[in-house]
């Protein structure tokens, strides 16, 4: 099918691009047993200094470096902030924590005021993404950082979704404004636009350490293989990065460009465009649609987004054609007709 449902932003994953020639050697046991090697450290040191960061560790997912950093930082009397529609990863790891956490509405910065006046006193953690995963819209980092130094209060930035994408050679949104150096913690993810896997935590080295000996998902799972360690190398080295994603942001352009009817409530220069259709029925026709002409896009339903925010997830893509998205937009145009109305009485 075309593909209108991945992350594989860049198609890091079909192309190779990345790949290595290591053989996939497995680690044998955790890094803090039998699985640490000379190449883990390496291409930490290697990652630390591409991203611009004091230190490095890499974990075996998004999701285990989520649950490893929620679950051991925040101590009990702490607070955790957290956007409403932060990752469930980071979710389950603040829970696995004894910190008390609050959620505040997405990107709504009066909200997480509120919220910080109230906890003045305590050691306090704001948790967001760059880019939402689901909606495709970005966070006011510029105003968030702001927030945090007034208050005294450290950020935990998740850019999963912004690295390889956005700023210098795909160093993510944060170094795009050069506020990288004002988050406590960053954290990429190789599974999507660079196509790979695992995930590697940018801090400082005292941190490092820190997480070493206390992270539970670093210390109580084997290490990444040898391969993985090797692939997250070769994407960040890839000669052709910006050209990649030049092609990527000329696709979302020519998307948006072809469908303002559609109204996505997605950032414009966003891979990730959502279309809301909170008409389940009219929805569920949509998605069937595409697929019957072999276009793979998702429709996502509550409680994977809030109730009565229903829609079509498209990923957009720099390996996706001209001709593929016209096809993608002619048909969801065209269910939008024969439903008997503009796309306004859909989402409505």
Known sequence: MIDFASNDYLGFSKNGIGASDLLEDGATGSRLISGNSILSEEVEAELANFFDAEAALCFNSGYNANLGIFSAIPQRGDIVLYDEFIHASARDGIRLSHA????????????????????????????????????????????????????????????????????????????ALELHVNCLIRLITFGKAFGSHGAVVLTSTSMRDYLINFSRSFIYTTALPTAAYDRMRNAI????????????????????????????????????????????????????????????????????????????????????????????????????????????????
Do not use: W
């Not at 819209?137 to 390889?164: K, N, T």
């Not at 966003?270 to 069937?288: A, G």
């Not at 896009?297 to 829609?311: L, M, R």
């Open 100 to 175: 008390k956490a609050y959620p505040f509405k997405h990107n709504n910065l009066t909200d997480l005021r509120r919220l910080l006046e109230a906890n003045r006193s305590k050691t306090t953690y704001i948790a967001i993404e760059s880019l939402y995963s689901m909606h495709g819209d970005f966070c006011p980092l510029h105003e968030i950082i702001q927030l945090a130094e007034e208050y005294g209060v450290y950020v935990i930035l998740d850019e999963a979704h912004s690295a390889g994408i956005y700023g210098k050679q795909g160093r993510g949104y944060a170094n």
């Open 237 to 348: 080295r890839y000669a052709e990065l910006d050209q990649i994603r030049f092609k990527l942001q000329h696709n979302v352009a020519y998307f948006r460009r072809n469908t303002s009817s559609l109204r996505s409530i997605s950032a414009p220069n966003s891979p990730i465009q959502f279309i809301q259709i909170t008409n389940l029925t009219h929805l569920r026709r949509v998605e069937l649609a595409l697929h019957e002409v072999c276009v793979f896009a998702k429709a996502i339903y509550s409680p994977t987004v809030s109730e009565g925010g229903e829609g079509i997830r498209i990923c957009l893509h720099s390996f996706n054609s001209e001709a593929e998205i016209d096809l993608l937009i002619r048909i969801m145009s065209s269910e939008n007709d024969t439903c008997g109305g503009t796309i306004e009485n859909v989402i409505h």
